[in-house]
């Protein structure tokens, strides 16, 4: 059955809306093309319907896995995607088959047309020598930005110490091409020198500003060469009751800005929640669960957010308006006790069409099986 995204300029035949409008059927308001990716939030789509159409497969209780054009399991977790031109470029942490102590190994990326097909483009940030990314350190939650006053490409993570507390920071990477190898500059720095001292991060892009925004809810501002931050905010009202969100997500649709979080509960799904506000820098406003809740305290209950964590939400704009595709990781072990997160080189993917009605976003049903298609902007079962 199509489900049709927010029209551009007229009615969708298959429950979208005009621009700015609610659309029923899990796609937003038209022109909200991605805060952080190649395509400047606010922008419009393509300007036919020609593009490829991915099929996405994967049961409730074992997420997608992802397997590249190299027959081999795609391996890149807890990042985010980027577009450049008509090329979905997948980035995230590399987790060794051969260990379980998610140690970092390198940051690895995969491009793709449909969001479906995924060709391995390598490890772009490896395990450096030394210092913050060396051995025996950790290094998550890579997120790449297009810089809008440079046009660079600017890797942003966080690393830390094995513990995750005798010291951690957020550092960053540059590269001229989307796909190269990223230079390693070093912890992300103020003029005078603070750190910016957190764990789960995220980094995005308004089109005119860049921001890194991390967990319990602080937005870095940075310079204008996405090197620096110029200030550090918090905003506790996007923490809801969690006592300080992680694994943040922000993304842009129509007039709203999103954002995402979830609970504190290592490598195991929870009922992430969202908050929205008019611009980055807030008033940002509480909204509940992104998916059905039917136990809070998340012992048994499927819908921990369709049994993941967040960790990006992709516009997909076209002729016919933008699908917002959720990526959450299934974490390997996430509906056991015994040993989550050990073998996260198994950890597989939970894209879903998120659903709009007005400004509010849900997940309403989990769907095993769905198109995307690209050049449209829609989706359909």
């Known amino acids: 059955m199509p489900n049709g995204g927010a029209a551009a300029g007229g009615a969708s035949s ?11 059927a899990g796609s937003g308001p038209a022109g909200g ?12 789509g393509a ?19 992802f397997v590249d054009t190299d027959g081999q399991r795609v391996n890149a977790h807890g990042g985010g995607i980027i577009q450049v031109g008509d090329t979905f470029y997948l980035h995230g942490e590399y987790f060794s088959p051969t260990t379980t102590d998610n140690n970092f190994n390198g940051f690895s990326m995969y491009s793709s047309k449909d969001m479906a097909t995924w060709k391995n483009e390598g490890i772009v940030l490896p395990q450096q020598a030394s210092g913050e990314l ?12 297009k810089c809008p006053s440079s046009g660079e490409f600017v890797l942003f993570a966080h690393a830390a110490s094995e513990d995750y507390q005798t010291d951690k920071e957020v550092i960053y990477a540059t590269s001229a091409t989307v796909n190269g190898k990223y230079a390693y500059k070093g912890p992300l720095k103020n003029a005078s020198g603070a750190l910016a001292v957190h764990s789960d991060m995220s980094a995005i892009t308004d089109g005119t500003n860049a921001y890194v925004i991390t ?4 937005v870095y501002t940075l310079a204008a060469d996405c090197h620096s931050f110029v200030s550090d905010k918090t905003y506790s009202a996007a923490n809801g009751d969690s006592g300080g969100l992680e694994a943040p997500t922000m993304f842009k649709a129509g007039s709203t800005f999103y954002w995402i979080g979830s609970y504190k509960t290592g490598w195991r799904a929870n009922n992430n929640f969202y908050s929205t506000a008019p611009a980055v820098t807030g008033p940002w406003t509480f909204q509940g669960y992104v998916a059905p809740v039917t136990d809070p ?3 048994i209950s499927d819908q921990r957010t369709w049994l993941s964590q967040t960790t990006w939400v ?6 016919k308006g933008t699908t917002y595709v959720y990526w959450g990781d299934h974490w390997d072990g996430t509906t056991s006790t015994a040993a989550p997160g050990k073998h996260n080189n198994l950890a597989t993917f939970v894209f879903q069409p998120l659903v709009f009605n007005g400004t509010k976003i849900s997940m309403p049903t989990y769907h095993a099986k769905w198109k995307l298609d690209v050049g449209a902007g829609t989706w359909s079962e």
């Open 215 to 218: 967990e319990s809810a602080h």
């Open 134 to 145: 060396g051995p025996k350190r950790k290094g998550e939650r890579p997120h790449i930005i």
């Open 314 to 319: 992709m516009p997909v704009t076209g002729c």
């Open 14 to 24: 298959n429950g979208g809306t005009s621009a700015g409008g609610v659309s029923s």
């Open 33 to 44: 093309a991605g805060v952080g990716g190649g395509a400047t939030a606010g922008s419009g």
């Open 297 to 299: 305290d998340n012992n």
């Open 47 to 65: 300007n036919n319907c020609t593009g490829p159409v991915g099929t996405l497969s994967g049961a409730l209780a074992d997420g997608i896995n």
